[in-house]
């Protein structure tokens, strides 16, 4: 069985602050990690994916996310917060074989602060 | 990355009336498409895992016969909402993986449905 905990439901940082987004997780399996940013009223877009290799992985939009085995986390990070980063953030885990659905988080909301 | 399309973007019907809503790979083919539905400010729950040209396995608590699962072909799989009632409004979202490593899922736009 999987699950996903996100810590803070509402994140709110002043424009150009760190981003810090909290992701910790359960699985029996090696898990494969992911962060989905969703904006009102669409679809879900991949930010960024840890499945082997590398531990730091990065994505798109400067957000990058640190894989941490020994802390079951897989925290996402930005350095500098823009404006459009304003957005809803889901972390996701599934199973490391076949196509199997995602278990997501209950998602952090990001509010950036002019 | 992949296209995954969703129709309609958003529909509103009456009480007791069936909605139908597509989801498409647009440059890829998918054997198995997943559908999410999600509450407002709520996460993203798993509906039913849609196999093409076999029967869709469905999660605890979802009504198989309430939401109709086909999955026709590689590239399209349908949800429709049988006599639809206010508590079935809600954001329907679907999801496929490209071949072969099927390791991410790419996400369609969403349905935001409205029962009156």
């Known amino acids: 069985a999987q699950s996903v905990t996100q810590l803070g439901s509402h994140v709110s940082v002043s424009e150009g602050a760190l981003v810090l987004l909290r992701c910790n997780y359960s699985s029996s399996v090696p898990p494969y990690l992911f962060w989905y940013v969703q904006y009102p009223n669409q679809g879900l877009q991949l930010l960024l994916k840890y499945t082997t290799g590398a531990t730091l992985v990065k994505g798109i939009n400067g957000f990058e996310a640190e894989f941490k085995k020994s802390e079951t986390s897989f925290h996402l990070t930005k350095p500098s917060a823009h404006m459009s980063d304003a957005a809803e953030y889901f972390c996701?885990?599934?199973?490391?074989?076949?196509?199997?659905?995602?278990?997501f988080g209950k998602g952090t909301r990001l509010s950036v602060i002019a | 990355g992949a296209v995954v399309s969703q129709h309609p973007s958003r529909v509103i019907c009456k009480s007791g009336t069936s909605v139908k809503i597509e989801c498409r790979s647009l440059?890829?083919?998918?054997?198995?498409m997943f559908w999410y539905r999600q509450f407002p400010k709520k996460s993203l729950m798993l509906m039913a895992t849609?196999?093409?040209?076999?029967?869709?396995?469905?999660e605890q608590g979802v009504e198989k016969d309430k939401f109709l699962i086909n999955h026709a072909s590689l590239t399209l799989s349908t949800l429709t909402v049988t006599s639809a009632h206010p508590e079935d409004s809600s954001f329907y979202i679907c999801?496929?993986?490209?071949?072969?490593?099927?390791?991410?899922?790419?996400f369609g736009p969403g349905t935001r449905l409205t029962v009156l």
């Open positions: 440059d890829f083919q998918a054997t198995t």
């Open positions: 999801s496929a993986s490209p071949p072969p490593t099927s390791d991410t899922q790419y």
């Open positions: 996701a885990v599934k199973g490391n074989s076949g196509n199997t659905p995602l278990v």
């Open positions: 849609s196999n093409e040209g076999s029967k869709a396995t469905y």
